[in-house]
Structures are given as C-alpha cells and as structure tokens.
T-cell receptor, first 115, second 107 residues
C-alpha cells in the first residue's frame, strides 16, 4: 500500500469494554507514532516506536492505554476498560528514519466512540 | 517542545495568496518549523518545514524570520480545496499540534 492504513475506521464501544486499534505503517518505515485527537482539538502525542522498541510513552493518559509493535511493522493500540473520555480519533503516523527531519505520514485515523 | 501561537481563524479569497502567521518565540536551536494541514475527517497532511532558511515546494512557501521567533506559511493561489485547519509546529521529533488556524477559502 502507498500510505498508512488504520483499522477499523470507526469503533463504538460500551463503557468498560476493551478495544484494539490497528496501524499498518508504510513499508520500511522505522518510526511509528500514535496521537489522540479529541473533537475540535489538535492531535496530541501518545507514544513513539523505533522499530519494535517503544522509546517514548509519555503521552499515554493512563495505564489503561497500551501500545505494541512486536515485529517492528504493524502496531496495535489497546485501551482497556474504556471510558467516555476516551472518545476521540486515534491517529497513527510513520516516518522513514528515526532521526532527521523526515515527514511523518498520517493514516486516516480510527474514530472511537464510547457510550 | 516550543509552543506556537496562531490566529484561530482566517478567510481568504479563491485565487489569492493566503498568508498564515505563526509565533514560536521559545523555539530552540535544533527545532524545525513544520506546517501540516488537516482537511475535515482526514489525517494531517505535511506541507513544508524549515530550520532557518526560507523554503518553497509545490504546495507552499515558508518564510522564517532571521531571529526564528516567527514564520509565515504562504499558499500562493488558494483554492477551495485548501480549506482546512493549518498547524504550525516547532519540534524536532514528536509533533505538538496545538489548535491551529481554521482557514476558509471563499469563492
């Protein structure tokens, strides 16, 4: 594929359910980022992977949020015991190299609605 | 991450140049100025970036002041498809988006 893909595009969960959001980065991209975008606001950084290593998880809002990238390609963001405040668009981005000024390419996002 | 300040919104006429200002007075020496835009219901799209020198690509031009405390993104001939939220970011690896400027291009 030519770009970053995310699935599902839309997810509705009942409060307390666990959800898993998938990101397929551009092939060969070393860096992978997750962002959270609440309605009417700009995206906010959640976590960063360099290959399979999670080097920065400073933006994860609570220990209910967990991300992994076990083989250095596909990544999954998991949210346990979802709460209404978790409702947002979750964006994934990938970048070719870990350093320098390479562009981050974003996927279309997964819109999560927690009822 | 340096904080950036942008106007909340601006209108421009189709076919005219759109000049989007951004203040980043606390930018550090190794932080680049990035511009992204986000069209409704899509992921952010890269536009341009620079460190000290002015930059131009097929989408836009970026003018950075000599003291690097502010910059201007120029869309030379705005079209209706340029209606979007434009984010100015001063960063060196993870992006701190802020609220951005909502640009509406009117026919």
């Amino acid at each position: 594929g030519a770009g970053v893909s995310q699935s599902p595009r839309y997810k509705v969960a009942k409060r307390g359910q666990d959800v898993a959001l998938r990101c397929d980065p551009i092939s060969g991209h070393v860096s992978l980022f997750w962002y959270q975008q609440a309605l009417g606001q700009g995206p906010e950084f959640l976590t960063y992977f360099q290959n399979e290593a999670q080097l920065d998880k400073s933006g994860l809002p609570s220990d209910r949020f967990f991300a992994e990238r076990p083989e250095g390609s596909v990544s999954t963001l998991k949210i346990q015991r979802t709460q209404q405040e978790d409702s947002a668009v979750y964006l994934c981005a990938s970048r070719l190299r870990p350093t320098g000024t390479d562009t981050q390419y974003f996927g279309p996002g997964t819109r999560l609605t927690v009822l | 991450d340096a904080k950036t300040t942008q106007p909340t919104s601006m209108d421009c006429a189709e076919g005219r140049a759109a000049n989007l200002p951004c203040n980043h007075s606390t930018i550090s020496g190794n932080e680049y100025v990035y511009w992204y835009r986000q069209i409704h219901s899509q992921g952010p799209q890269y536009i341009i970036h620079g460190l000290k020198n002015n930059e131009t690509n097929e989408m836009a031009s970026l003018i950075i002041t000599e003291d690097r405390k502010s910059s201007t993104l120029i869309l030379p001939h705005a079209t209706l498809r340029d209606t979007a939220v434009y984010y100015c970011i001063a960063d060196n690896y993870k992006l701190s988006f802020g609220a951005g400027t909502t640009v509406t291009v009117r026919a």
